[in-house]
Structure formats: structure tokens, C-alpha cells
């Protein structure tokens, strides 16, 4: 009898242990965001008040902001790399809801993306962009080798695509964008799959195009997946770590240094600047940030939210 009353607090103790690190977390966090502190001595903390976060929104200047510059190319990642994978994965999902030939097999090969560990796909796509080994420039320079479209043009090969700003950027988010698409394709396939038949049957009878049917059949009924899907990669593709520190590491010249790059390198690069300080100040805002996107989430798939209808 007593184990039978012991056992809901047992089963509940590694979620309660979880909780507790993430509570102690988030409060140290705080706390340091409030100190001048390294890492190299993280017990020895001077208590500068608001000073680290006034160093985030006035530095280098208030106009053009250290926090400023990161959120900025923040906001500039997600909106590029979610729309990217939501199209994209539409698209795919609409491939993968028709009937064909190896059908199963193409379907099990979208997934295998997912299934990689995302820093082992990082470096994986780093030797694709090398421009010494990396197989991307050994096409086009046979490419050019065959055809002389290259050299026609003027482009000089090998190209670095991380070694440029602009380059670099587009480089992290393609490597991003193929890692986040078996999740929106299997999601939006599986919203396409929970559409009646009926309705496809009702407007092939009534004469309706693909487009028609697209557009007031399919769109209509997935809406609320679509919504809610990427509000989810908004989230995850605002904390994205692996792919741009293993690509660039935020180079060149800050290009793709996004908030939770920019924690990092601040917080353990710039230690004799009490880092770690001005490094939790960055993590704070990072999670004011998050927790306003969980919120929206959330309100979406409970309420209806911005779909404009309540459950």
C-alpha cells in the first residue's frame, strides 16, 4: 500500500529534478546579468546594476546597438529560413500526398535529414562549402572546366561561401533550411492526409483546376497546421546554434552572428570584459524574446488565436 502511494511522486521526481535545474537556471542567469563576472573566475562578481544592459542597447552607440545588430540579423534568419522551409515543405508534402512508384522509399529519404545529428550535419555541410576540398566548387570548376561559363562571366573559382558576409548568411541558412524541412513536410503531410476525399472528389466533379482545388480546398483546411507549424520553427529557428557556430562561428565580420551566437562569443570569448555578465544579459533578453513566441504558440493551438476562431 505504501509503494502504491509512493509511486505517482516517484514516476514524478526526474520531471520535478528537470524543473528544478531550469528554475536554478534561469534565476543564475538573471542574477548575472546584473554582475561583471568572468568566466575565468566566475565566484568573484562585482554587482554593477543595469549596467550590462545598458551596454547592450547604448554600444557601440544607441542607434546602431550590439543588440540592435544581432536581433536584427535574428529577425532576418528566421523570416528567410521559415518561409524558405514552409514553402518548400508544402511543396514537398503535396509531392509526397500523391500516388506514384516508391512512393514509401521517397517519403522514408525525406525524413533521413531529421534523423542526423544536427552538429554532424553542420560539419557535413561545412566540407560541402569548403572551397579547397568541398565538393560544391569541385562541380562547378568541372563545370567550367567542360562549358567555360565561369571564366566567360568573370566569376573566379573556387568561391568562398563562408568566407564572404553575404555568402556566408546564405550558406547557413540553406544548411538550415534542408535540416528543417522533413519536419514541415511530414507535418504538412500529414494535415494534407486529414483533408475528406469528398471535398477533393466534389471539386474534380464541379471542373475546379489544381489551383482552385489548391487554393479553397487544401489552404482552407491546413491553415491552422501551416500557423501553427511555423510558429514552431519560428521558435526554432530563432535558438539555432549548430549550423551557423560550426559554419562561421558568426563570421565573417559579424555577418551571422545571431543572438544565441552572440551569447556565446560573448559570454566565453570576452572574458577580460566580464563576459559572462554581459553575456546573461544577452540570454535575458534571448528569453523575453522566446517566451513572447511560446505565448503566441501557445494561443494558436489552444484558442484558435490569430486563426480568428475560438476552440
Not at 122 to 141: E, K, P, R, T
Not at 299 to 310: A, D, N, Q
Request: net charge positive; charged share 10%.
Amino acid at each position: 500500500m505504501r509503494v502504491e502511494k509512493l509511486t505517482p511522486y516517484i514516476l514524478v521526481a526526474p520531471l520535478a529534478f528537470i524543473l528544478g535545474f531550469v528554475v536554478y537556471s534561469l534565476t543564475e542567469t538573471f542574477r548575472l546579468s546584473f554582475h561583471k563576472v568572468s568566466f575565468l573566475n566566475p565566484y568573484s562578481a562585482t554587482f554593477v546594476g543595469l549596467e550590462n544592459y545598458k551596454w547592450l542597447f547604448t554600444s557601440p552607440s544607441p542607434y546602431n546597438s550590439y543588440f540592435f545588430q544581432w536581433f536584427s540579423k535574428s529577425i532576418v534568419w528566421v523570416i528567410a529560413s521559415v518561409s524558405l522551409k514552409v514553402v518548400i515543405g508544402l511543396g514537398g508534402a503535396l509531392i509526397l500526398n500523391e500516388e506514384f512508384k516508391g512512393k514509401n522509399i521517397v517519403r522514408t529519404l525525406t525524413v533521413m535529414p531529421w534523423a542526423i545529428p544536427w552538429a554532424m550535419a553542420a560539419m557535413m555541410w561545412a566540407w560541402v562549402f569548403n572551397n579547397q576540398y568541398g565538393i560544391l566548387d569541385s562541380i562547378l570548376m568541372h563545370i567550367d572546366k567542360v562549358t567555360g561559363i565561369f571564366s566567360t562571366l568573370g566569376i573566379k573559382l573556387p568561391l568562398s561561401f563562408v568566407g564572404l558576409p553575404i555568402p556566408a548568411f546564405i550558406s547557413c541558412m540553406i544548411a538550415d533550411v534542408w535540416a528543417g524541412l522533413p519536419f514541415m513536410a511530414m507535418v504538412f503531410l500529414a494535415g494534407l492526409q486529414a483533408v475528406p476525399q469528398e471535398l477533393y472528389d466534389a471539386a474534380i466533379v464541379d471542373g475546379a483546376s489544381v489551383f482552385q482545388r489548391f487554393k479553397h480546398i487544401i489552404l482552407p483546411q491546413i491553415k491552422p497546421i501551416i500557423v501553427a507549424a511555423s510558429l514552431f520553427s519560428m521558435v526554432w529557428t530563432f535558438n539555432s546554434f549548430d549550423f551557423i557556430w560550426v559554419l562561421t562561428q558568426g563570421g565573417p565580420l559579424h555577418a551571422t552572428e545571431t543572438i544565441p551566437i552572440a551569447v556565446y562569443n560573448v559570454a566565453f570569448r570576452w572574458l577580460r570584459a566580464g563576459g559572462l555578465g554581459k553575456g546573461s544579459a544577452i540570454s535575458v533578453m534571448q528569453i523575453i524574446i522566446v517566451s513572447i513566441m511560446i505565448v503566441l504558440y501557445l494561443k494558436v493551438i489552444t484558442r484558435g488565436g490569430i486563426l480568428g476562431e475560438e476552440k
